[in-house]
């Protein structure tokens, strides 16, 4: 446990100046996977674990960054031109900056210290909580009054395409900077619109399980899908030119399109269809409250995105499976990109020390690893930590 006292003070020995205070949350995503670089929908909330930054205004042009996570201290210079690719954690701050220089931001050089109890590597977007944070951070510092948040949002997600090189959607980078607390966001892949969805679970809760698992394929296997999502429109696009994205394709018009289509490719785009009229669906369950319906669209979102899109493994299929039994448990998936990573559960809150249990000792039993849980409800998105106070405390877990 650190305090923002004590959070101010090591900037304060590190740089000899007095900072700012900036955060931005990890996100959870009910539903709505692979459906995002498809000009899909999404169901994503921000969790109560965040990504805080310290930071205050040079006199030149040098950002110089310093991790507490990581350990390590990194800088650039805005006013040169810098490699596209370092293949370290620098491609997400430099690249983000360089995104907002070319959307007009005003930038400065800064001094800033990083923070975070969002797991790395964990589908909680981490990443993203960086880009946004440090993001909200520069155009802050650097005069912005009011940081255009979906323009913030854009520049993590070119960060990522162009630094990092995961070609990934928006739905990261919108959701750490737009949620709003106690709010699901049904997100408009195409339009950027959304949706806000109460979230009211009355005695129930989301359940998140970190399996402690990344599997090295990730990152290929996540381009190789846009890929294959990409050669499916074109197909179903000769035969219907109006298809722009898998998004313009309901699931009995799909049906008509597979003979045309090669039988991997067709379960790559059936998943995609399919998926974005279970997030539809959950989103209007959501919002009744009807947990029952919610949680067998996300049993249902599992089973595609372990066979159809297979992007799943084993060690979160055994997670998944663990909780089909277990009283109070509404429904649970893989959440984030796959091959390892995170469940989310939404049950009853009495049900959570069993639902623990059960998944701990079956991925014990047949991997053993040991998971990590956390409970969390729907926070908000970035902002300026300007109304804390000095001795208000936050968490920072250390792996």
Not at 40 to 52: D, S
Not at 367 to 396: C, D, M, R, Y
């Amino acid at each position: 446990m650190r305090d923002l006292r004590s959070f101010k003070e090591r900037f304060q020995e590190l740089y000899l100046q007095s900072p700012r205070l900036f955060s931005a949350p990890g996100r959870v995503n009910l539903i709505g996977e692979h459906t995002d670089y498809n000009d899909g929908f999404v169901l994503p909330i921000a969790i109560e674990r965040r990504t805080y930054v310290a930071g205050a205004r040079r006199s030149d042009t040098r950002v110089i960054a310093r991790s507490l996570t990581m350990g390590q201290t990194v800088e650039f210079d805005l006013s040169q031109p810098g490699p596209k690719r370092s293949g370290s954690w620098l491609d997400y701050l430099e690249g983000t900056a360089r995104a907002l220089l070319e959307r007009g931001f005003p930038l400065s050089g800064a001094n800033l210290l990083i923070d975070s109890d969002v797991p790395a590597g964990a589908g909680l977007s981490a990443s993203a909580a960086l880009e946004v944070s440090v993001g909200y951070a520069l155009a802050a510092l650097g005069g912005s009054r009011t940081p255009d948040l979906l323009q913030l949002a854009l520049a993590g997600q070119s960060a990522e395409h162009t630094y990092v090189g995961t070609l990934c959607g928006i739905m990261d980078q919108y959701i750490c900077a737009l949620a709003m607390p106690n709010q699901a966001l049904q997100i408009d892949c195409r339009t950027l619109e959304y949706r806000a969805i109460p979230v009211r679970l009355a005695s129930a809760c989301v359940l998140i399980c970190d399996t402690r698992v990344k599997h090295e394929l990730s990152s290929s296997a996540y381009n190789e899908r846009r890929r294959q999502c990409e050669e499916g429109v074109r197909e179903i696009a000769r035969h219907r030119p109006a298809v722009r994205a898998l998004r313009d394709v309901d699931i009995t018009e799909f049906e008509a399109f597979t003979s045309h289509l090669p039988p991997l490719i067709a379960r790559r785009c059936r998943h995609v269809v399919s998926e974005n009229a279970r997030t539809l669906a959950a989103a209007r369950a959501l919002e009744a409250g009807e947990l029952g319906q919610l949680g067998k669209l996300m049993w249902a979102s599992h089973a595609s995105l372990q066979d159809d899109y297979e992007v799943s493994c084993v060690e979160l299929d055994e997670a998944v499976a663990a909780l089909r039994a277990q009283p109070g448990v509404y429904g649970s998936r893989m959440t984030g990109g796959g091959f390892g990573g995170c469940t989310v559960s939404v049950l009853e809150r009495d049900a959570v020390p069993r639902a623990i249990q059960a998944i701990s000792e079956r991925l014990d039993a047949k991997f053993k690893i040991e998971p990590q849980f956390f409970v969390t409800s729907a926070a908000g998105g970035v902002t300026e930590e300007a109304s804390l106070s000095e001795t208000e405390a936050f968490s920072f877990a250390r792996p």
